[in-house]
């Protein structure tokens, strides 16, 4: 057995303990970086022949409604 004395067993013991606290923050950091999605920007369309409301990602002045095909042009909230 390796002789020790008590105060340095205490640190070391600390030592390990916060190593693996900061390791976890570096961690759960990376995963919150790497889960970053940047938002698109959305409209929301109503048919004016079916009244379907739908969402359309794309930047166009008018969508196809997924429904009866017809196009429509955005709603102003």
């Known amino acids: 057995m390796i002789p020790i004395r008590f105060d340095t067993a205490v640190v070391l013991y600390l030592l390990a303990v916060l190593a693996v606290i900061v390791a976890a923050g570096v961690y759960n950091a990376i995963r919150r970086w790497a889960m970053r999605v940047e938002p698109t920007p959305t ?3 109503r048919c004016a022949r079916c009244a379907h409301a739908y969402l359309d990602a794309h930047d166009l002045e008018l969508a196809r409604c997924p429904r009866c ?9």
């Open 69 to 77: 095909g017809t196009e429509n042009e955005p709603q102003r909230i």
């Open 43 to 45: 409209r929301i369309f």
